[in-house]
């Protein structure tokens, strides 16, 4: 073989993916199981040659532990057998866990607080045990009875595996794609980020979640449909652990959980094969508070005393977060165009009121590819009609659709407060959508320090705190909630260790030398005037943090230790963060 | 000169993982061996850098890479390794790891490189990793320049150059912190490199993709590769024990953080 560098020169393909994840893994497979018959468009003679690229390291390096019904990854695999993917395990026991407030540093309305009395009051009555209350019934629009428990890490490495033993796609780890190609108002494949290479292809699948760049780029070029806003986030944040001696909960052993660490905040319990647990919790956007910190939360979630009498004395094996959108079917963006489709989280599918988005994002990645196989055979090529007509008008059809219907309005109502919100999630869970709490006219946004801790701390006080976390380079929120009454973290190096271990210890995180940081902050002057800095607060790594050698208060970014959630993005109330195509970041394949 | 550089590399499981030996009923093995994703054996790593540089240097030298592991492990590792270099592989689909007996993974290898089409001993250098990373024995590319009648073997090399009259400068690790240089008249030889000079190569996607053309067919038709299980016993595994305390910290001056961990060593 010719050893000499190779010319810079466009590449060509007949399909290219951006972003490895459920949807990609539900398109590819696919596909490739319908293209041995089908001659290449690009290089005739040969079958269509199909390019995935992937951000992360690897591509078991994704996050998220997944309970799931699994119903379209059981129809691409109907004898699927989970002893064959690591981590994975078919629900067993499955439980709605309302968690009382063990300290009474929570933010808890005012009936909230009667009902806590009223449980503590029966608590013989309802059982309640360890401070938490086993809901007796789980609500039909939440369960995942019928379902299973993945590492979604673990799933996609067994997917892409099976993928590229198929011969017929190629998936590229530590490949980030930087942009789509745009020529004549069509996308015509997509621009590496590592060297600028472009990547012909006559369509281009967009799977790169809901921050990933080229979705994002899309979005400002061809707009979003009327009325469709991402306005709703969640950051994710979990660990997996090792279960101690004498715990023995059955594997498949489920937990949903709500009301701590605080009443917005929902909670994860699912326990693997081989004694290890996936535990974590979602910090959502509509939760006031402007010092959100997911991993300072889910240290006092994992100590729940409902939680910790199955943790204590556990290890933590693995660590993780992620952005996920929330806005479901509304944040669905233009789902085709001349040469693109968009699949997964990002194409809005994940589903708000059942709390469910592998699944679903697997289905919309077999659906675009069962309309490609059509639109190759019938020889017709990648236009937005065709596209729409394919691929657009399956998913229409499709359980997808109708259960985003039902779910779209389900969650309004947590932009009035945490009561209303589980209100209307009932109510639309109950009436298949028919009713819900409607939308306030505005909605929610984090609130000033000074108001939002209003009642609890002083001006004063917050003054005092700020200036002192600004002298000593140190976020506000382990501060703040100090001196709010919640108890200080008292490290055990196993499962309670300090953020940095916990990127060191669970999330490996890695960052790649010949790259330029991906979060830029575009205008710095923007952020003197940013008295919250929820970027430096929410920061799931503590990448960005507050720059001592930088003036007063502005944020510097270490992308050694970023995790790529992405949650600075959306925290930035001022819109003047950058976050760029690259590689790195969690090098665990356990989330 | 060209030469036919041929670099032996296994894989090992991503060092940043959780790693944890059990007991398996076929012998030793790692606890969720199969979900841990994998890397191209460092030692070997450094091993191909070099090689790559060697090639760039010598004209007409061309540069195969013979890997034992799982087929889709093997084929999920080159999707990185392939961005970094042009190569050829010869994939040999067989169990990976470090329990693994070092007599049957030398005589894989061997029988392997003999059968490369067009192969050529007289032009050939046998690369490899001095050891592995995944366990150490640091044996197998002796065996496999035996195996193949190649005396000429350096170890734990960090430094090659070729002489304008073609002779190979050889610069060996030995004890006490020195190197030992040697010149080897010609091709061929192993070299089982240690760190080399080299970092790893940015990752270049054209790169990759021209490799893949023909890495896919070798991955399809990677030869099942079976060891002796009965050559090795273990009596027993373990991992060393690690004591861990972490700091970040950032632009801290090299002296300071070598004070600092010579302190704690103290205690």
Request: proline letters at 7%; a negative charge.
């Amino acid at each position: 073989m010719n050893t000499d560098p190779i010319e810079q020169k466009p590449l060509d393909a007949d399909i290219v993916c951006v972003g490895f994840g459920p949807a990609t893994g539900g398109f590819l497979t696919t596909l490739t199981r319908g293209l041995e018959t089908i001659d290449s468009r690009a290089m005739p003679g040969l079958p269509p040659q199909v390019l995935c690229y992937e951000r992360a390291d690897d591509i078991s390096f994704g996050v998220s532990g997944v309970v799931t019904r699994a119903r379209a990854i059981k129809a691409s695999f109907p004898d699927l057998d989970t002893t064959e993917i690591p981590m994975a395990a078919p629900v067993r026991d499955e439980k709605l866990v309302y968690l009382l407030d063990p300290h009474g540093a929570t933010r808890r309305p005012a009936l909230m607080q009667f009902a806590d009395k009223v449980i503590e009051a029966l608590s013989g009555l309802l059982r309640v045990e360890h401070q938490g209350f086993a809901v007796p019934f789980c609500p039909d629009f939440l369960h995942k009875k019928d379902g299973f428990i993945f590492s979604l890490g673990q799933f996609n490495q067994w997917v892409g595996q099976q993928v590229m033993m198929t011969g017929l796609a190629q998936i590229w780890p530590s490949t980030p794609v930087s942009e789509p190609l745009i020529e004549n108002g069509k996308v015509a494949g997509v621009v590496l980020a590592a060297d600028g290479t472009e990547v012909r292809a006559e369509l281009t699948v967009v799977g790169d979640g809901p921050i990933g760049p080229v979705g994002r780029r899309l979005d400002e070029i061809v707009g979003m449909p009327e009325g469709h806003k991402r306005d709703e986030w969640a950051v994710g944040m979990k660990m997996v652990v090792d279960l101690p001696e004498g715990v023995d909960l059955p594997e498949g052993t489920v937990f949903h959980t709500l009301g701590y660490p605080e009443p917005e905040i929902f909670g994860f319990f699912y326990v693997h094969p081989g004694r290890v647990a996936s535990v974590g919790i979602f910090v959502p956007s509509w939760l006031e508070s402007p010092v959100r910190t997911a991993y300072r939360y889910l240290q006092h979630f994992v100590q729940h005393p409902y939680i910790w009498r199955y943790l204590k004395g556990g290890r933590m094996r693995s660590w993780g977060a992620k952005s996920l959108l929330e806005s479901g079917r509304r944040g669905e963006p233009q789902l085709a165009g001349d040469g693109f489709a968009r699949i997964g989280e990002g194409s809005g599918s994940t589903n708000v009121l059942t709390g469910s988005g592998v699944d679903e994002a697997w289905l919309t990645g077999v659906q675009l590819a069962e309309g490609v196989l059509e639109l190759y055979r019938e020889g017709l090529p990648f236009t937005k009609e065709n596209l729409e007509a394919r691929y657009v008008a399956r998913r229409r059809k499709s359980w997808l659709e109708a259960e985003g219907q039902i779910a779209e309005k389900a969650r309004n109502g947590f932009q009035r407060g945490v009561l209303q919100g589980f209100l209307g999630m009932g109510l639309a869970g109950m009436t298949s959508g028919s009713l819900s709490v409607p939308r306030p006219a505005k909605d929610k946004t984090p609130g000033r320090l000074e108001d939002f801790y209003i009642g609890r701390l002083t001006r004063s006080q917050i003054d005092t705190i700020r200036l002192r976390c600004e002298l000593e380079s140190e976020p506000l929120h382990d501060a703040l909630m100090d001196a709010c009454g919640w108890p200080k973290i008292e490290y055990d190096g196993q499962i309670l260790v300090s953020h940095q271990d916990a990127l060191l210890m669970g999330g490996k995180v890695q960052a790649p030398s010949e790259f330029p940081d991906h979060v830029v902050i575009r205008n710095e002057h923007v952020c003197d005037d940013c008295g919250e800095k929820m970027c430096i607060e929410i920061c799931s790594g503590e990448a960005l943090h507050i720059a001592a050698e930088k003036p007063a208060g502005r944020p510097g970014f270490d992308r050694e230790k970023c995790v790529h959630c992405g949650a600075c993005l959306w925290n930035c109330v001022h819109e003047n963060i950058d976050f760029c195509a690259a590689p790195g970041g969690l090098h665990s394949a356990e989330n | 000169m060209a030469y036919q550089i041929i670099v032996c590399g296994g894989l090992a499981p991503d060092p940043l993982q959780t790693l944890e030996p059990v007991t398996t009923p076929t012998g030793p093995g790692l606890k969720n061996e199969l979900m841990l994703p994998n890397v191209f054996d460092p030692w070997a790593g450094h091993a191909l850098y070099e090689a790559a540089n060697l090639a760039k240097n010598q004209p007409g030298s061309t540069i195969k890479v013979v890997s034992l592991g799982p087929k889709a492990k093997l084929q999920q590792v080159m999707m990185t390794v392939a961005q970094k270099l042009p190569f050829e592989l010869i994939a040999l689909d067989g169990p990976g790891g470090g329990f693994t007996d070092a007599v049957s993974v030398s005589k894989a290898l061997a029988d392997a490189i003999a059968a490369i089409p067009g192969f050529d001993k007289s032009q050939a250098l046998i690369f490899g990793g001095w050891e592995s990373a995944t366990r150490g024995a640091g044996v197998v590319m002796q065996m496999v320049g035996e195996r193949l009648g190649i005396t000429e073997q350096f170890l734990a090399v960090d430094e090659l150059t070729v002489d304008p009259d073609g002779a190979l400068v050889i610069k060996e690790r030995v004890e006490g912190g020195k190197h030992q240089i040697s010149k080897c008249a010609a091709a061929p030889a192993v070299l089982a490199w240690a760190t080399g000079s080299l970092p790893e190569p940015p990752n270049h996607p054209q790169t990759g993709m021209a490799n893949m053309r023909v890495m896919m067919p070798a991955l399809q038709k990677a030869k099942p590769t079976a060891l002796d299980p009965a050559a090795i016993a273990y009596a027993q595994v373990a991992l060393p024990a690690v004591t861990r305390q972490t700091r970040i910290v950032k632009d801290v001056p090299a002296a300071d953080i070598a004070a600092e961990i010579a302190a704690w060593i103290k205690q």
